[in-house]
C-alpha cells in the first residue's frame, strides 16, 4: 500500500520559512518523480514543484521560483520543499504526489499539510 505523509507545515509569518516533508513507503521512491501541489480555500489545486526521479531536473512555478526550492533524498525516501520568503499568498493546503518514471500522470498523494502565511 503506497503512503505518503506530509509534514513541516504550520502557521510563520510573512518573510518566514518552513520546510516541508513528504515520506513515501510502499512504492519504489527512485522510480517516481516527486511533485508538490498546493490548493487555497476556494481555489483549484495548483502545481508548485517537481523533481524527477533521480534528483537532476526539477521545475517551478513562476509563483515560487526563487523563493521555494524542492529536493529530495532516494536512500530515505522523502522529498522536500524548502519555502522561503512566504508570503499570505502561499497559504493552502500543500500536498506532495508521486509520478512514476515515464508516466504523464501522478498516481499517488498524501492528506497535504496546512501551511498558513500572516500578514
Known amino acids: 500500500q503506497v503512503q505518503l505523509v506530509e509534514s513541516g507545515g504550520g502557521l510563520v509569518q510573512a518573510g518566514g520559512s518552513l520546510r516541508l516533508s513528504c515520506a513515501a513507503s510502499g512504492l519504489t521512491f527512485s522510480r517516481n518523480d516527486m511533485g508538490w501541489f498546493r490548493q487555497a480555500p476556494g481555489k483549484e489545486r495548483e502545481f508548485v514543484a517537481v523533481?524527477?526521479?533521480?534528483?537532476?531536473?526539477?521545475s517551478y512555478s513562476d509563483s515560487v521560483k526563487g523563493r521555494f526550492t524542492i529536493s529530495r533524498d532516494n536512500a530515505k525516501n522523502t522529498v522536500y520543499l524548502q519555502m522561503n520568503s512566504l508570503k499570505p499568498e502561499d497559504t493552502a493546503v500543500y500536498y506532495c504526489?508521486?509520478?512514476?518514471?515515464?508516466?504523464?500522470?501522478?498516481?499517488?498523494w498524501g492528506q497535504g499539510t496546512q501551511v498558513t502565511v500572516s500578514s
Open positions: 504526489e508521486a509520478r512514476p518514471k515515464g508516466e504523464s500522470s501522478y498516481a499517488y
Open positions: 523533481i524527477i526521479w533521480n534528483g537532476l531536473s526539477m
